[in-house]
């Protein structure tokens, strides 16, 4: 299993008129991995239906389109940040629908979509001479924005090495198998723990404070120790903050992500209770109106409860 | 909050005929807690019901006694480190019986017994005339043998420094409050994530060989990430291994705290979902006759199931 990591450069790279890059979905971490291929000396068209996301990447120096209609017939490399499944599903649809010069490119598909999804459109996209590789990623905006992502990579060897400096500008490169769906279904298991622990530690910082103790000190004595976890380090002191406190990942995210575990769970028939009690905490923080904050506040649901006991118990 | 830590050290130190610690609970964490502290220069009698217990405190050159009553009157320090808080309780009922010497005697309670039974024993110890600490600890038997366990201290602060030599044997003096039950409170919380992240390791893993992929790999490749746990890193790599592997804290003992987790929580009405689903995990592993297995074997619940479930689809 290689584990090398490219270092990502900035360095001014002659290229031609033509993009060697098609980024499709630069929302809030396609936009920094964007910009790391561009320092790295790609000529990167960033393809968003969003306005406000083209207008965001046009901010950044980069090039635009609305559509991937745009910029077809196109050789060389289509990155893919795209949100669901759906919406990969409707771009494969859309660029084999103009007959698009698929030989000549190769898709790196970066969206976490679960392994089928993947699979079925990494066929289509094969059957019309593409290359693809499925390489979703971790480490969310922040390390997206330094070039210290996770790459879960899978597909032909072959392929990854080739483009493994454009991998290299976002971050780690892990290759982990050869069949496509490998890397999505890594990030099926990596989803599975952060959905838990994320909410773990929420839990467990509600009932500190519902023993009376100072939920501060408690993150401060256990998180060094074997309760630890990266998710409770990260996520603890933004659960003590309030309800605005700054947004690196959404609860969306999350009821998004441990739905996509659950139905890849379901497929194989695998038992998952821990994450189903996680994925309920995020569908209740949706139904609190919390669907666009932190996902760090899914511990209002405990709070929430709390207050709601108390208030029954006092009348 | 001090994090001082006092470190234990090998001397002669001259003492007289009588003990001036009782050890009662010489188990698997117990008797490498006493031979710490009479490396550290304490004369310990070792208490112990069980005879198997008392004869392996033997070799390692402690005393021993069946039952406190053998050494009472006596003046000095009690470290409590029984299983349980019934034990706890029959304890205390027995010295308490004898109308025991206690103004001259500190208890330091160091069993997980949860903040309730704590306090109703302390009650009772202090009513008596002794001094009480509440100070459970963390990091099982690896821990307790070289001295580096974690410890919970509460109590009145006087009482804790003038003991801190003897705590400093034993690991970090984390001093958490000054109220009895305390203590117990913050390791109720400890123990919620250790009881959770156990089963989330054990979900992960069984969840990664489903989808077909080679499970040791994936804990490479997710356990230095956002996925990443204390537990992860811990139990992980012997959650792949067979049955028989070295116990280092058996079922047993997460069906015991998972339980005390779940008490406590009721008394408060606090929510607790994750809890709730590791807690019927380890009671499941128990049904499979798993109880003095290593808790990593909590695997096994998850694999039977897959089994089970394949047999099924197979007929």
Chains 1, 2 share one sequence.
């Not at 809030?28 to 996301?53: E, N, Q, S, W």
């Not at 698929?102 to 990494?122: C, F, H, K, N, Y």
Request: aromatic letters at 4%; a negative charge; charged letters at 20%.
């Amino acid at each position: 299993m290689s584990t090398d990591k490219t270092v990502a450069y900035e360095v001014a790279v002659p290229v031609g008129g033509a993009p060697d890059v098609v980024f499709v979905g630069v929302g809030a971490i396609g936009l920094p991995m964007a910009t790391r291929l561009k320092l790295g000396g790609h000529r990167i068209t960033a393809v968003d239906p969003f306005p406000t996301a083209r207008a965001k990447a046009e901010d950044t120096g980069l090039s635009t389109a609305a559509s991937i209609l745009e910029v077809l017939p196109f050789s060389g490399v289509v990155v893919v940040m795209v949100a669901t499944a759906a919406q990969l599903s409707e771009l494969v649809t859309t660029a084999l629908g103009v007959g698009a010069v698929l030989p000549d490119q190769t898709w790196i598909v970066m969206s976490t979509v679960g392994p089928d999804a993947v699979r079925i459109e990494a066929g289509r996209l094969s059957a019309a001479g593409a290359r693809v590789l499925d390489v979703p990623v971790t480490g969310g905006v922040a390390r997206a924005s330094t070039g210290e992502l996770t790459l879960f990579a899978s597909g032909d060897r072959d392929v990854i090495e080739e483009e493994r400096q454009l991998l290299g500008c976002l971050g780690t490169v892990r290759v982990v198998g050869t069949a496509i769906g490998e890397g999505q279904s890594v990030k099926v298991v990596n989803q599975h723990l952060c959905s838990i622990h994320i909410v773990a530690a929420a839990e467990a910082l509600a009932l500190a404070a519902r023993l009376g103790l100072d939920p501060g000190a408690v993150l401060d004595l256990v998180s060094s120790g074997a309760g630890g976890s990266w998710m409770l380090n990260d996520r603890g002191p933004r659960m003590l903050e309030d309800t605005d406190v700054t947004v690196t990942s959404t609860i969306g995210i999350f009821v998004k992500d441990s739905n996509l575990v659950a139905t890849a769970a379901d497929q194989l028939g695998a038992d998952i209770p821990l994450l189903r009690a996680a994925q309920e905490r995020y569908t209740r923080a949706v139904e609190l109106g919390l669907e666009r904050r932190d996902d760090s506040r899914v511990i209002e649901t405990y709070q929430v409860e709390a207050t709601a006991r108390s208030d029954a118990g006092e009348r």
